[in-house]
């Protein structure tokens, strides 16, 4: 539930002139207003709507407050429901403990003050609306959750896959050759051959090896930081796919932050040009680092298809795996990751606080390049 969303308040009286008195004293909450003219009336409300808090008159006919509180309470579904009772009679202390024991939050006497009964309800509608908002994040945190896991293992299964089809089908290429080097009857021109072979295949080993490893993290993001590895990754992809890619940064001395930062901005960059080169089918993409008002901004702009609205939006079953990772990562520092459509193209932007990363000191960059003073 958005912040901005109107919540249900319900009315139960079975006077109309309380309930219109009650209707205006709560108009300026701006929230979806409720009425009910009995008992039976208020149970159909509440199976059908979804109420953050109920006015209940005490004394109605047929069935009277502390019945329909009573009714309320065993409900599961209603278990929590704020119950705020309003009487002009049944005022004793007696009385006032069983409409608490009735499962009551509140209990007002008539004539009601104004301020008084806005003040009580709009607490119980704030922390409604707080309560289904963190229901909705723990959903997806748990969607989230369990989208990561799956990626993990389909990302441990093509590492495997990887390892079988391509190193290991090259080492094992290697072995054969030099263990038929070792065999007898062969002359030295095919030894020599068979070793050069052999070898090819061994550069070819450290070569993935090497490439794995920096997609799994990339040394050089710790050896010379965050502008050079984009650069180095820009100028692959480049080599790999075709895009015409550029990358401004300002300042340029842009200076080293703490790791966490420095990583999330990387993997953000990283996982927005692999959909923009599996998805956009676009031929340019710009990168766009900055700093500004104690703020790292990353702006992404590519002049493909751009995206459907559901996904700009951040809906939940829209988007994939890499964006919802990448808009946990951003949040996890503080930011704010925005997607909208460029016309043409896509723009992805980034907002990351500083304080969530520091400037990291100039001898812990002396030390993280191996320099001595």
């Given at each position: 539930?958005?912040?901005?969303?109107?919540?249900?308040?319900?009315?139960?009286?079975?006077?109309?002139?309380?309930?219109?008195?009650?209707?205006?004293?709560?108009?300026?909450?701006?929230?979806?207003?409720?009425?009910?003219?009995?008992?039976?009336?208020?149970?159909?409300?509440?199976?059908?709507?979804?109420?953050?808090?109920?006015?209940?008159?005490?004394?109605?006919?047929?069935?009277d407050g502390f019945d329909l509180a009573e009714m309320i309470r065993q409900h599961p579904r209603f278990h929590r429901t704020p119950i705020i009772f309003i009487s002009a009679v049944l005022l004793t202390d007696v009385d006032r403990l069983k409409g608490y024991e009735r499962g009551a939050v509140d209990y007002i006497s008539v004539p009601v003050v104004p301020e008084l009964l806005r003040a009580k309800v709009s607490v119980f509608v704030d922390l409604h609306r707080k309560t289904r908002q963190l229901e909705m994040l723990n959903l997806e945190l748990r969607r989230l959750s369990s989208s990561l896991i799956a990626a993990q293992d389909q990302e441990r299964r093509r590492i495997a896959r990887d390892l079988h089809d391509g190193l290991g089908q090259e080492l094992s290429g290697a072995k054969m050759m030099i263990d038929c080097i070792k065999m007898p009857n062969q002359t030295m021109e095919w030894k020599e051959k068979a070793a050069a072979e052999a070898s090819a295949l061994i550069d070819q080993a450290i070569q993935q090896i090497r490439s794995m490893s920096h997609l799994l993290h990339p040394p050089m993001l710790d050896e010379i930081g965050l502008q050079s590895s984009l650069r180095w990754y820009l100028d692959g992809l480049t080599k790999r796919s075709g895009l015409e890619t550029s990358l401004d940064v300002q300042p340029e001395d842009f200076p080293r932050f703490a790791s966490e930062l420095e990583t999330t901005v990387f993997r953000v960059v990283q996982e927005a040009l692999t959909n923009v080169f599996r998805h956009a089918e676009a031929r340019k993409v710009i990168l766009n680092l900055m700093m500004k008002d104690g703020q790292i901004v990353i702006k992404v702009r590519d002049d493909g298809k751009g995206i459907p609205d559901a996904v700009a939006d951040f809906e939940a079953d829209k988007i994939g795996i890499g964006i919802a990772?990448?808009?946990?990562?951003?949040?996890?520092?503080?930011?704010?990751?925005?997607?909208?459509?460029?016309?043409?193209?896509?723009?992805?932007?980034?907002?990351?606080?500083?304080?969530?990363?520091?400037?990291?000191?100039?001898?812990?960059?002396?030390?993280?390049?191996?320099?001595?003073?």
């Open positions: 539930m958005a912040g901005h969303e109107k919540v249900n308040i319900l009315m139960v009286d079975d006077q109309v002139g309380k309930l219109l008195s009650y209707e205006v004293i709560l108009a300026g909450l701006g929230e979806n207003l409720i009425k009910a003219y009995s008992g039976k009336e208020a149970l159909d409300h509440l199976l059908k709507s979804d109420i953050a808090v109920i006015l209940l008159d005490v004394s109605m006919p047929e069935l990772g990448m808009r946990q990562r951003v949040k996890e520092l503080g930011g704010e990751l925005r997607l909208k459509n460029g016309n043409p193209g896509t723009l992805l932007e980034a907002v990351i606080p500083i304080k969530s990363g520091a400037p990291r000191p100039a001898e812990h960059l002396a030390a993280s390049w191996g320099v001595s003073h």
